[in-house]
């Protein structure tokens, strides 16, 4: 997949999610979620468009795989499960994923841009 695949691929799933999140009523108290599902497709068409910085767009949905531990810390709180091992493998994927994803590629950007 090229980069500009990659983005175009996320800048729709961005938008699914404002209508998912629009449909089921999560909305309310979340304006910057909001903002951020607005400002990142329009940058990533934006990009797609004027075919420019695609490939720097590709390395920050890098950070997207961080997104994902987040997310699955959020259900296995929202479970109450007791399952401490779960929760542990949990916040070490989330760590891990942070460490690697998003120390590496926020700092790249800030040298390339």
Do not use: K
Request: charged residues 5%; hydrophobic residues 55%; glycine residues 2%.
């Amino acid at each position: 997949m090229s980069p500009s695949h990659a983005i175009a691929v996320s800048a729709g799933y961005f938008l699914f999610d404002i209508v998912s999140m629009w449909r089921h009523n999560l909305l309310a108290g979340s304006h910057l979620m909001l903002l951020h599902h607005i400002v990142v497709p329009f940058c990533f068409c934006c990009a797609l468009w004027f075919q420019r910085y695609t490939p720097t767009l590709a390395v920050t949905l890098m950070c997207e795989i961080n997104s994902v531990a987040l997310h699955l810390r959020i259900v296995t709180n929202a479970l109450q499960a007791d399952m401490p091992a779960v929760s542990r493998g949990v916040f070490w994927f989330a760590l891990a994923t942070f460490l690697v994803f998003r120390l590496t590629a926020h700092p790249y950007v800030l040298v390339y841009v």
